[in-house]
């Protein structure tokens, strides 16, 4: 045929094999970045359904919370009488002061704790990040 360009076999080879190489890179990239997609919505959709239990946990923890608050500031009341008389030795608003200051020191340190659970957890997709590294120098290794 004329009009077909007549190269050199080991040009055509060379051509070829480099044309191999960058299509294989581009697939490795393709199949790295779907990888990591699918990693992220594994621990998304597991975070979410963490949060939501969390959630609803919290919630219920949190209605049994002022419930046993208002039940310890009639127990503190009810305590704190003396011996056959009608008038309380703590005044009413002394005993809710007690137990919210008792509820706010547990509070803040479970807060404190979660916070610091929170700052150690790690949103990127390590398995991903741990091949994409070893992609990179198994290639820069190959020359």
């Known amino acids: ?24 890179i581009g697939d490795l990239i393709r199949q790295e970045l779907k990888f990591a997609r ?3 919505k594994a621990d998304l959709r597991k975070s979410r359904d963490a949060a939501a239990v969390l959630a609803l946990g919290a919630g219920a923890a949190l ?7 208002l039940m310890l500031v009639y127990l503190l009341k009810f305590v704190s009488l003396p011996a056959g008389e009608t008038e ?9 002061g007690i137990v919210s200051a008792v509820f706010l020191v547990i509070g803040s340190a479970v807060t404190y704790m979660g916070y610091s659970m929170f700052r150690s957890v790690n949103p990127l997709p390590d398995e991903t990040a741990q091949t994409v590294k070893e992609n990179v120098q198994w290639i820069a290794n190959s020359k």
Do not use: K
């Open 1 to 24: 045929m004329a009009n077909e360009v007549q190269t050199h076999p080991d040009e055509a080879s060379m051509t070829g094999l480099m044309r191999g190489i960058i299509n294989d």
């Open 38 to 40: 699918t990693e992220m």
């Open 63 to 69: 209605l049994g919370a002022i419930l046993l608050a």
């Open 88 to 96: 309380p030795g703590l005044p009413l608003w002394a005993c809710y």
